[in-house]
């Protein structure tokens, strides 16, 4: 989305604000409900930053080890997570952190026992959720955001849209 709202020399966000008002009209005009996705306009493809060790199974019995040398990788919904049918670890806990930048990659140089399984979630995107439920029931899940209302905000809609407990980590309501 982004390059096509360059491209029309718009800014690189120009797009953005306008998406509601651009489905609309593109419904109308083809006569059934059409979202910019569909036609191949995506503000990201959906992605879960991440460090520690867990491997993806498939249905045909294969498996796949998914870990960084140096840490943090990205881990995108298509076409993997799409095709796994469950997620395992020898972590013992997953942690969600909000802050991608500077907090991850902290954690993740504190982790090099891979006791933890961490992952970057400013707001649950679908490769997020999607690890979720690929990841053993059992396993805890915490997250470790910001103590303002928007910290809080992320919680509540991981705790909304995860189908699991999530709970706040080192998180105290200011």
């Known amino acids: 989305m982004r390059d096509?709202?360059?491209?029309?020399?718009?800014?690189?966000?120009?797009?953005?604000?306008?998406?509601?008002?651009?489905e609309s009209c593109l419904?109308?005009?083809?006569?059934r409900r059409t979202t910019l996705e569909s036609c191949g306009l995506v503000l990201s493809e959906p992605k879960a930053e991440m460090?520690?060790?867990?491997t993806l199974h498939f249905p045909d019995?294969?498996?796949?080890?998914?870990e960084a040398i140096r840490g943090i990788y990205s881990l995108p919904l298509l076409p993997d997570l799409e095709c796994a049918v469950r997620i395992s670890t020898p972590a013992t806990r997953v942690i969600m952190v909000e802050n991608a930048k500077t907090c991850l990659p902290q954690l993740a140089t504190l982790n090099q026992e891979g006791g933890s399984l961490l992952m970057a979630c400013a707001f649950p995107n679908r490769a997020v959720l999607r690890i979720l439920s690929l990841l053993p029931p059992e396993l805890p899940v915490w997250h470790f955001g910001d103590a303002d209302p928007a910290g809080f905000l992320i919680l509540a809609k991981l705790r909304e849209q995860a189908g699991r407990a999530v709970r706040p980590y080192l998180m105290v309501h200011r």
Do not use: D, M
Not at 4 to 19: F, I
Not at 51 to 54: E, I, T, Y
């Open 27 to 31: 419904s109308y005009l083809l006569g």
């Open 4 to 22: 096509a709202s360059a491209r029309l020399e718009l800014g690189s966000k120009g797009l953005e604000p306008q998406k509601a008002r651009l």
């Open 51 to 54: 460090a520690g060790r867990l």
């Open 61 to 66: 019995g294969t498996a796949q080890a998914v």
